[in-house]
């Protein structure tokens, strides 16, 4: 019998609100054994976090706890979620993990320097020293998330907390992660807490998994069991609303639907039975690319000329059809979202030709380039950095017919941001509510809703779903598909997530290095791919 690392019982977290205290954390009761793996999964707002937080001692002094856990006497350790805001941006990353050794050990600079570089290896960074003197920006997101985990094991601990290490990352890169973790795992002995609202990602990792809605545990048991032979409609739906790769429904389930069901039947027969992807009959090219060449320079001389350079599009040709969804998928920093803010004029291409509907835009004037940008818009990944904290919804949404000067009223403008808040499913007595006050689900729908006030013809979604729970994941992706149906738009779907290219996806375009390595429908990209990429990439997506 392994020795039980922490133990939890009976655990409550409540904040103060209005006055009054809100619980957080509702009598969570849960224990790790050494060399184990719990999984506790779960929505943003469920309280995954929260609990480890309060575990490791980290809530503020206002937040009310009560219950009793195991004091683990420092032999804790965390990694959290986004390793960019976790890491000091003006510190090199071997100090940092350095930084850690020195404050809990008895150990001179010089071993700490030869120990944190030993751990650089043991977690598979390339060229350790060289990661050792390296600034955060300067590494890749992978890596950072290595330098991370090397600073959370470090100090030997009994018990790592990963709370959402993967959420962001490639499935490639994720996958990487996880195998390192279970070895890492394997050589230290020692437990792990592992949150994530992704049940596919508990699946590689977890021994045993703990299902939180709403502060509370709703199930809990051995990995296979939760998995494979859920219980309660809440875990049910987490299963099911994550896009299928072997089917393609004509709408995806949500979390909404199971916790609606009626003796245990869904009431919204929409969801149920598969339906082909309704690929467009129209072959009127909408967007035209032909050779088409990003470069930026990564070196210069004093006098300004350029000494070192990266081709970050390299020599791209491709059409997107009127009506279709193309999807682009590839992993960090292949190229993907340069391909996107090139089409869209916000950066510069150093060769090649863009068409838009026929005309080259660069022969474009000024003025018609403004009339064209009315025509093709964009949803960004992080809709919280894309809005302005400082003004309303409405006054967000709005922005661009006042831009554009598309309507004459103040009382037009307010009765278009109204009409098509509903179609997005968000509240007309929302209007005047600032961003912080929503989730984040809603914060991306007043960004669609943004995007769409001018009615564009194309629309250019760039990792717009990625960092959501994969129940909002699964709706944001229905009321995308159902503003295609009603209102024509074409779709060019950036992402690194090959289920939901899959699941919206007409085309698919694989992009590695800069360059198209395959490219075909869909559903024949995923049943017979041709490069070894695009093998690699559908090998590492997440499997329950």
């Not at 090199?92 to 850690?100: A, D, I, L, S, T």
Request: proline share 5%; glycine share 6%; aromatic share 6%.
């Amino acid at each position: 019998m392994d020795e039980i690392v922490l133990k939890v019982d009976d655990l409550h977290v409540s904040f103060p609100h209005d006055g009054e205290y809100i619980e957080a954390v509702k009598g969570v009761t849960f224990e790790v054994s050494r060399g184990t793996t719990l999984g506790i999964v779960g929505e943003s707002g469920s309280g995954k976090s929260v609990t480890s937080l309060a575990i490791m001692g980290l809530l503020p002094k206002t937040a009310h706890i009560s219950g009793s856990w195991t004091d683990l006497h420092g032999r804790v350790s965390m990694i959290f979620q986004e390793p960019m805001t976790s890491l000091n941006p003006v510190q090199r990353c071997g100090k940092q993990v350095e930084e850690m050794l020195l404050a809990h050990e008895k150990v001179s600079r010089q071993e700490a320097r030869q120990r944190t570089i030993q751990l650089f290896e043991e977690v598979m960074l390339p060229r350790p020293e060289k990661i050792y003197r390296s600034y955060p920006h300067e590494i890749s997101g992978g890596q950072k998330q290595r330098v991370m985990i090397a600073m959370a094991l470090i100090c030997h601990p009994d018990l790592l907390i990963a709370d959402e290490p993967t959420t962001a990352l490639d499935v490639t890169v994720q996958k990487t992660i996880i195998d390192l973790l279970r070895s890492l795992q394997q050589k230290y002995h020692m437990g792990i807490i592992f949150i994530t609202h992704d049940l596919g990602v508990i699946a590689q990792i977890a021994d045993n998994v703990a299902v939180m809605y709403h502060g509370e545990i709703v199930e809990h048991g051995p990995a296979q069991q939760v998995l494979h032979h859920p219980q309660h409609p809440y875990t049910k739906g987490l299963l099911a609303c994550r896009p299928p790769l072997d089917s393609r429904p004509r709408r995806l389930l949500t979390v909404k639907d199971f916790l609606d069901m009626e003796n245990g039947e869904l009431k919204n027969e929409n969801y149920l039975g598969a339906a082909a992807m309704n690929v467009t009959d129209d072959t009127t090219v909408l967007l035209r690319v032909r050779d088409l060449d990003v470069t930026y320079a990564l070196e210069t001389s004093v006098f300004g000329k350029v000494k070192k350079e990266l081709k970050a599009v390299d020599g791209l040709s491709f059409d997107i059809y009127r009506g279709e969804t193309l999807g682009l998928v590839g992993e960090s920093g292949c190229g993907k979202s340069t391909l996107g803010r090139a089409i869209l004029q916000l950066v510069e291409h150093s060769s090649g030709t863009i068409e838009y509907d026929g005309r080259s835009l660069d022969q474009l004037t000024s003025a018609e380039t403004k009339a064209l940008r009315r025509k093709m818009q964009i949803v960004f990944q992080d809709p919280y950095s894309s809005l302005n904290p400082r003004i309303t919804i409405g006054e967000a949404i709005a922005e661009p017919l006042k831009v554009h000067r598309a309507s004459n009223t103040r009382l037009s403008v307010k009765e278009k941001v109204l009409t098509l808040m509903q179609q997005v499913g968000l509240e007309p007595d929302w209007y005047n509510r600032y961003p912080h006050e929503f989730s984040g689900g809603q914060r991306q729908r007043v960004c669609i809703a943004r995007a769409l006030i001018l009615q564009p013809e194309l629309v250019i979604c760039d990792e717009s779903v990625s960092a959501l729970d994969v129940s909002v994941q699964a709706q944001v992706l229905n009321l995308l598909n159902e503003l295609k149906e009603q209102y024509g738009y074409t779709y060019l779907f950036i992402t690194h997530d090959l289920s939901v290219v899959k699941y919206l996806s007409d085309r698919i375009l694989v992009m590695q290095q800069g360059r198209i390595v395959e490219q075909g429908p869909a559903d024949e990209i995923f049943t017979h791919p041709q490069h070894p990429y695009t093998q690699r990439l559908l090998a590492a997506i997440p499997r329950v």
